[in-house]
């Protein structure tokens, strides 16, 4: 009787993260929705149940920078059970139509407290999460714009997560893209334009990824011929000096 008892009591993460109850409500975003902005109270955490989302912060002179992509399976405004409740660093928006679960900062701290089944899962998130934005960090820094673009692609592709990627990726503007790794809207054209002659992505308004893609970010391997012709001024420059040498 006791062990029938038990096990009608083991606690259900995914049927807690996919059904409204005590605390937690279902939403549903529209394309460009925020979930929350910058500077709004941190009283909640949301858990993305379908669609996807961006991470963006904008800077005291107006700039705005994007952080994150993200995806079914993941949390948005983790920060909130951290400490006091205090303000959003950042504004999260959906970039196509989202189903999420709203979760209330109390009851998010309670069933992390209550249920070890739901804290190991969300220890898991933040240190995907963690690692990822090293993996990011170490992209800005060290690889071309061009190779960015094709991880941010990839990425948004889902390339490198269980099941098929979903190679149509949702509608997002060259300009997103190019406040995403960190260069200009023209540069993001000139490397789309590349990818596509080469047969690494189809876009008609929506963007085709195709596995290929992989062959930029893991082993830079482009023809030749293609790098020669378009190949940066300066490039050429080192090449003359190398050559007279």
């Known amino acids: 009787m006791a062990d029938g008892a038990s096990a009608v009591n083991v606690f259900d993460a995914a049927a807690f993260l996919a059904s409204a109850g005590l605390g937690r409500r279902i ?3 529209k394309t460009k929705d ?3 902005s910058q500077g709004d109270s941190a009283d909640c955490v ?3 149940q379908k669609g996807r989302a961006k991470l963006t912060v904008v800077s005291p002179r107006g700039k705005e920078a994007t952080l994150a992509l993200l995806s079914a399976g993941d949390f948005i ?3 909130s059970i951290a400490g006091a409740v205090g303000l959003r660093m950042a504004t999260a928006t959906a970039i196509a139509a989202c189903t999420a679960l709203k979760i209330q900062r109390d009851e998010m701290i309670r069933v992390l407290h209550d249920e070890h089944v739901f804290s190991d899962l969300f220890l898991k998130f933040m240190l995907a999460r963690s690692m990822r934005t090293q993996a990011d960090l170490v992209d800005q820094l060290f690889n071309s714009s061009e190779k960015r673009l094709a991880r941010i692609l990839l990425l948004m592709a889902e390339f490198g997560k269980q099941g098929e990627p979903e190679t149509l990726i949702p509608k997002i503007t060259q300009e997103t893209l190019a406040e995403m790794i960190g260069t200009t809207r023209s540069r993001v054209s000139f490397f789309m334009n590349r990818f596509r002659k080469l047969g690494f992505i189809e876009y008609n308004g929506r963007i085709r990824v195709h596995k290929s893609l992989l062959n ?3 082993y ?3 023809p030749e011929q293609n ?3 378009v190949s940066l001024p300066h490039h050429r420059e080192k090449a003359k000096a190398v ?3």
């Open 216 to 218: 930029v970010v893991l």
């Open 27 to 29: 939403v549903h975003l």
């Open 34 to 36: 925020p979930f929350f």
């Open 243 to 245: 050559s007279c040498n």
């Open 227 to 229: 790098t020669e012709t």
């Open 77 to 79: 405004g983790e920060e």
């Open 220 to 222: 830079d391997q482009v």
């Open 46 to 48: 949301y858990y993305l």
